[in-house]
Each structure stands twice: as C-alpha cells, then as structure tokens.
C-alpha cells in the first residue's frame, strides 16, 4: 500500500511563504505521478500541481509563477514550495500519488496539512 507522509502545514500571513513535504517509497517517488490538491471550505477539491519524476509539472492558473512543485530523491520527499501566499490559498491541502495505468491506475491521498492565509 501507499505511504505517504505529509507535514508543513500551518497559519502564515498573507505574503509570506510556506513549504509542504510529502514522503513516500522510492518506486513510488520514482514511477508514480505525485503533486498537491487543496480543497477549500464549501469547494471542490482542486489541482494545485503535479507531475512525473523529471518531467514539468503542470499547474493551476491561481498559482503560477508563486508555487513550485520540488522534488528530493535523496529522501523520496516531494515539496510544495509556496510563495507570496494570499488568503484565498486557505484551504487543506492533500498530497497526490497517480500509479501508471499498467500496475493498476491507483490514486492514493495523503491524510492533508490545513494551510491557513491571514490578511
């Protein structure tokens, strides 16, 4: 089964910056698709990055240019690197792991971090 480990998360003030960790094996560090949702009170949850080992991840418009998806092989740890954080980034935040179709397609959750923005 898939582990994973989140931690970072916290209230911070709007502006500052903040980083979540999620650790994980190595096969799945190394072969899974990995990356961060969030979901809001009363919202969906939503995309916030994620990506292949070495490849670009993809983002969500409200974040480009302010997160940046970060990768540790040393320590099978994936950052969620956040920075000029506002209000409106409030949300929990999950970590991701998407196993390739051909060992089953499996879409595991981290446990979620609550990061919360002040104006």
């Known amino acids: 089964q898939v582990q994973l480990v989140e ?4 209230l911070v003030h709007a502006g500052t910056s903040l980083t979540l960790s999620c650790t994980t094996s190595q096969n799945v560090f190394e ?3 990995m990356g961060w949702y969030r979901q809001a009170p009363g919202s969906q949850r939503e995309l916030v990055a994620e990506g ?3 490849g670009r991840p993809n983002y969500a ?4 240019g302010r997160f940046i998806l970060a990768r540790e092989s040393a ?3 994936v950052y969620l690197v956040m920075d000029a954080l506002k209000p409106e980034d ?5 970590c991701v ?3 390739p179709y051909w060992i089953g397609g499996d879409v595991s959750w981290g446990q979620g971090t609550q990061v919360t923005v002040s104006s």
């Open 97 to 99: 792991a998407k196993a």
């Open 75 to 77: 320590n099978n740890t």
């Open 90 to 94: 409030t949300a929990v935040y999950y």
């Open 61 to 64: 418009d409200s974040v480009k």
């Open 31 to 33: 072969i899974y698709t």
């Open 52 to 54: 292949v080992n070495g």
């Open 7 to 10: 931690s970072g998360g916290g």
